[in-house]
């Protein structure tokens, strides 16, 4: 197992695009973090965010679609040039290539998640008094040792890496580069535009239950947590259960499959 | 002697080899199953997306949803419709009397103040902007008659407005004591001129309405109302109270008295209720309510016909990687060293492969759009939903408008494909230019206001304002937002910017796949 971690580490570090690709996920959060945070202000309490910790954490939406590429390009990379058939001669346990594979994975997105979420939420720390949001208007400057912004913060890096676990499952599964990101952009997306057309509040609830991004990013609220769909460390447990699922999906075909 | 010339033998016309080019293509795309399933999987989504959300809006509650999440009201009353078939909000506190025939409506108003709810939780006492108070004759006491109005309004000084959607400015400024209004309504026949004056001798012309079939007999009187206060989360209604003297109506009938009604759909839809005081030739009214264009917000309770169209979002993602892999897939086996062998014409190799790829999605686009929204429309129709009215040149719009979305997206992944050469790359950036914006300017809300605007205007997501039904109206105040269908483009303008990035980023592919070898 060990020469198989390094072996799927030497690959993913040596192809120059995965440190552009997680320099990406870092930059894409940190700026839409910041570009959200700055373009609110707390004038009136109408026009106020309820909760900064959640305002702070906007470019979540976007840099998980940079970590689902890195995860995505981790194996389909190798279908594109062939290289897979090395690998698996090289490692003929396929359960164990594809284990190693998440693994490093798991580790680039939790240390680009720690960035990307430590440079969003100083960015709000700084950007959002300036907007308004001061303690006197009931707003705390946005802190880790508040345990509600800590629970956020680190469920937000935990959050990045089932996505890219979910990515990398689908990836196995279908092989293909464009085809793995449309279908994970797709899960992720889809579903919260699918809650505009269901108005019905039941239906919208149980859509929000159920879809791996809005179920997954209760993670980051902080105020009104009585009123969630579904609580925070629950929602973060679907996202689990849909990236779970896609990782058993990618193994079994794995196995299944010729190279 | 003759020299015989010989003729250079000239190459296949121009176009006949571009017709081959087109077919060598399309033979490429219909030989690939993946493909044609993933097209016809594309349709297949937009119709189940569209007819599941007609089906998920079922049982929806009517009326108002108040701040606390209660929803007040049950029974669906459908909504009034105007002369012109749009729906409206017909609601005021009306203080009123006959008028048989020819005659003046005048008063001086010379108060408009916001008053406190009671029993709405987190109300607002303010005055609303758009807050109502003036004089008004109506055909009838018919909810969507026709009428012409003269106003004065919290925020937008006076007003003429009549049959719900038009709206013209008189004097500005606000109203008091020390500068009242004086507000006119002559009519003669079913023509009725509007002045307004601050003293009640020098009167300005301010508008003219032509109410087609006014009957003989009208109603003739003064109003007060006050629209809902809306945010993003929620709309509650608001009530306001306006003071009027010097009210006269010449050319009614001998002892007429004066009545107070508070005109509208009942409590169930407006909690709040208006009332009049008449002492010494004041009139003190209260109402609430609106008489405007009904708009959607988060008020909820109706649906527009082509809920259906949000099925578009799965067709078009689908669209994007066929898109993209149209390519790809040539750079990923070498196929795009026997293409280009084949046709050394580059630029024709990339017009016929755009012209392939935007005719098939938009066939499956203007079929799955098509059916999602006639589908949606009659699953809406069976759940008792109230439903905003759309003329069919609009649906047809929508439905086109849609498929050209789904193909102009196509050609824009397409030639992102041949500048990156890589699957992943433009897949992802398709769908960071073009649902994202839409995502965060619409289900998840993060961003409001100019920032939200200015984003569906740049990024290629304007092109959804194609799928905008209901028109946004400067005389309501609403949140018109993409959440609830409204977009900062017109449809038309919305696409183009989507045009123009597909351009841009074909003529780069253009030149960099001239440019580089292959």
């Given amino acids: ?221 902080s105020t009104g947590l009585s009123h969630l769909p579904i609580s925070p460390w629950a929602g973060l447990g679907v996202l689990a259960a849909w990236a779970a699922a896609a990782l058993l999906a990618g193994g079994l075909l794995l196995r299944l499959r010729d190279a | 002697m003759t020299t015989a010339t010989v003729t250079p033998r000239r190459p296949a016309t121009e176009s006949a080899g571009f017709g081959r080019l087109l077919f060598a293509e399309w033979t490429k795309f219909v030989t690939v199953r993946g493909w044609v399933i993933a097209m016809i999987v594309s349709a297949l989504l937009t119709v189940g997306i569209g007819i599941w959300a007609g089906a998920g809006t079922h049982g929806q509650p009517c009326g108002e949803i108040l701040p606390n999440g209660q929803t007040v009201g049950g029974a669906c009353a459908s909504p009034p419709l105007g002369p012109a078939g749009e729906m409206v909000t017909d609601s005021f506190y009306f203080v009123r009397q006959s008028l048989p025939g020819d005659g003046t409506v005048t008063a001086r108003l010379t108060a408009l103040d916001g008053s ?45 407005q009549y049959d719900y959607t038009h709206d013209t400015a008189g004097l500005p400024g606000g109203v008091s004591a020390a500068a009242p209004r004086w507000l006119r309504l002559v009519r003669s026949g079913d023509t009725l001129t509007g002045y307004d004056s601050a003293d009640g001798t020098h009167w300005t012309l301010v508008g003219t309405a032509r109410l087609p079939g006014l009957t003989t007999a009208v109603q003739a009187g003064i109003f007060v109302t006050s629209p809902d206060w809306v945010t993003n989360e929620n709309a509650s209604p608001t009530l306001a109270s306006g003071v009027f003297d010097h009210v006269t109506v010449s050319g009614s009938g001998p002892g007429s008295q004066w009545t107070g009604q508070d005109f509208g759909l009942g409590a169930a839809y407006n909690p709040l209720s208006g009332g009049y005081r008449q002492t010494d030739g004041f009139f003190t009214v209260q109402g609430s309510g609106d008489i405007a264009p009904a708009v959607r917000n988060a008020a909820g309770g109706s649906s527009t016909a082509d809920a259906g169209i949000t099925g578009v979002f799965a067709g078009l993602i689908v669209a994007l990687v066929v898109g993209t892999m149209f390519i790809t897939a040539e750079y990923r086996r070498g196929l795009i060293r026997t293409t280009l062998a084949a046709a050394p014409r580059r630029s024709q190799v990339l017009a016929a492969k755009a012209i392939v790829i935007a005719a098939v999605t938009f066939a499956a686009g203007l079929a799955g759009s098509a059916a999602a929204v006639l589908l949606g429309e009659r699953m809406l129709r069976g ?95 609403n949140t018109y937002t993409a959440q609830y269908g409204y977009y900062p483009l017109p449809p038309w303008a919305g696409l183009a910017v989507l045009c123009a990035w597909a351009a841009a980023a074909l003529g780069l592919a253009g030149f960099l796949l001239c440019r580089r070898d292959a």
């Fill in chain 2, 383 to 477: 759940s008792g939903r109230v439903i905003f009215p759309v003329g069919g040149l609009t649906e047809a719009r929508v439905i086109a408008g849609s498929a050209a979305l789904l193909a102009i997206a196509a050609v824009f992944a397409l030639a992102l494909g041949v500048i990156m050469r890589h699957g992943a790359g433009p897949v992802t950036a398709t769908i960071a230019l073009l649902v994202v914006p839409f995502f965060f300017t619409g289900p998840m809300a993060v961003l409001q206001g100019t920032a939200a605007d200015w984003l569906l205007r740049v990024t290629p997501a304007a092109a959804f304002a194609v799928q905008q039904v209901l028109p946004a109206y400067p005389q309501v105040s």
């Fill in chain 1, 1 to 221: 197992m060990t020469r198989a971690l390094s072996a799927e580490w030497a690959k993913v570090r040596t192809l120059p695009g995965t440190g552009w690709l997680l320099l990406g996920v870092v930059a894409v959060t940190v700026a839409v973090s910041a570009g959200a945070s700055a373009a609110t202000s707390c004038t009136s309490s109408a026009a106020c965010h309820p909760d900064i910790t959640q305002l702070s954490l906007t470019g979540t939406d976007l840099g998980q679609a940079v970590v689902a590429v890195v995860a995505v390009l981790a194996i389909t990379g190798e279908y594109a040039t062939g290289m897979i058939r090395t690998t698996l001669a090289a490692m003929p346990r396929r359960t164990v290539m594809l284990t190693a594979k998440a693994a490093v994975v798991t580790t680039m997105a939790l240390a680009a998640g720690t960035l990307a979420v430590g440079g969003s939420l100083l960015a709000g720390r700084l950007i959002l008094p300036g907007q308004g949001y001061t303690p006197a208007h009931g707003y705390p400057a946005l802190s880790l040792a508040d345990p509600t912004v800590l629970r956020a913060a680190a469920g937000t890096v935990l959050y990045l890496a089932l996505i890219a676990l979910l990515s990398l499952g689908v990836a196995t599964a279908v092989r293909d580069a464009a085809t793995a990101i449309g279908i994970v952009l797709g899960l992720l997306y889809l579903f919260p535009v699918l809650g505009l057309a269901v108005t019905s509040p039941g239906w919208h609830r149980h859509l929000q239950q159920i879809a791996p991004m809005t179920a997954g990013l209760e993670i980051q609220a």
């Fill in chain 2, 116 to 160: 406190a709810t009671p029993g709405i939780a987190g109300g607002t006492s303010a005055l609303q902007s758009w807050a109502k108070a003036g004089i008004i004759i109506k055909a009838s006491l018919r909810q969507g008659s026709a009428y012409a109005a003269m106003m004065v309004t919290g925020g937008h000084g006076v007003r003429m």
